[in-house]
């Protein structure tokens, strides 16, 4: 996460005029979603219940278990606060690189979080940071692909991210093979054009 926060910062401080937030229509739908039934589950707690990660429940049947665990914050007020905080500010970014690509990125990426979860662990619970850390991935692939675009050391950001997943995975974390995944999907979904030169990222231009 450190190295994610770390680009998202820059980006946004010396690069956050690029982004053209009339057309980030994916992150909308994503974040609107998310909020709805978030907010929703306070008024309704059944709604917890009903699409919360129950593994027993899924092997009853529910197959909706294997996306909805991302639409709620079962563990209450300090999830829905980072959640919200990283789903605002990495979802933007992702589609600003990726275009509406970023839907198959987000829940692939969930998807697979979710059935490592299911395997890995028993516990019912549940949350949107599955599918943001495959956002993650994604950003971590995106300067990794185009390094040449970035100041030097910034290769070094990817390669710690997916070091710091293929470790995790030894912990049964479910978040990092979504991270992988995010990274691999998006592998092969960048949008086909060049980004803007950015050597100097960390320098302030002028206005």
């Avoid at 996306?67 to 605002?88: D, E, K, S, V, Y």
């Avoid at 599955?130 to 390669?159: D, E, Q």
Wanted: glycine residues 10%; charged residues 10%.
């Amino acid at each position: 996460m450190p190295p994610a926060m770390f680009f998202m910062y820059n980006f946004y401080k010396f690069r956050g005029k690029e982004i053209n937030y009339t057309q980030l229509s994916i992150s909308v739908i994503i974040i609107a979603s998310t909020a709805i039934v978030t907010s929703l589950q306070f008024i309704f707690p059944g709604i917890i219940t009903a699409l919360e990660r129950n593994k027993e429940a899924l092997l009853s049947g529910d197959i909706w278990r294997l996306i909805t665990p991302l639409f709620i914050q079962p563990m209450g007020a300090w999830q829905c606060l980072f959640n919200g905080i990283f789903i605002l500010v990495f979802l933007p970014l992702a589609e600003h690189f990726y275009g509406r690509t970023l839907i198959l990125i987000y829940f692939g990426a969930g998807l697979a979080g979710q059935i490592a979860n299911y395997y890995w662990a028993a516990k019912v619970t549940g949350g949107s940071s599955t599918a943001i850390y495959g956002v993650i991935g994604a950003l971590f692939m995106y300067m990794l692909l185009n390094r040449k675009t970035f100041p030097r050391g910034y290769i070094f950001l990817s390669i710690a991210g997916f070091s710091g997943a293929i470790i995790l995975c030894f912990f049964k974390d479910g978040h990092a093979p979504a991270l992988l995944v995010g990274g691999a999907l998006s592998s092969t979904l960048q949008r086909n054009h060049q980004p803007a030169p950015l050597a100097n990222l960390n320098q302030r231009t002028s206005d």
